[in-house]
């Protein structure tokens, strides 16, 4: 199994910056590729930005050019780099690690960022 550990989050104003991180732990060498989520109030929970173990990123229409993934192999983590954030960024967001035996993945515990207007 793997373990994931999110922290960073918070209350920002628009405008600010945020940084995420997820701690990974457990059979970790199993893991091909990490990403956040988030889940607002009422709505589905939707794919923020994702990283695989080659290093290649993909990142939802609404946060590209303000939100970087990246991620430290020595540390196990992975980070959630966010800025400009706006309102409508508000939402719980989930750390997600894939493995080949288990492509839905494991989840974090989730991490709260509210952004005011």
């Known amino acids: 199994q793997v373990q994931l550990v999110e922290s960073g989050g918070g209350l920002v104003q628009a405008g600010g910056s945020l940084m995420l991180s997820c701690a990974a732990s457990g059979i970790i060498f199993s893991i091909n590729a990490m990403g956040w989520y988030r889940q607002a109030p009422g709505k589905q929970r939707e794919l923020v930005a994702s990283i695989t173990k080659g290093g290649s990123t993909n990142y939802a229409d609404s946060v590209k050019g303000r939100f970087t993934i990246s991620g430290d192999n020595a540390k196990n983590t992975v980070y959630l780099q966010m ?35």
């Open 83 to 117: 800025n400009s954030l706006k309102p409508e960024d508000t939402a719980v967001y989930y750390c997600n690690a894939k493995t080949f035996t288990r492509p839905i993945g494991y989840w974090g515990q989730g991490t709260q960022v509210t952004v005011s207007s």
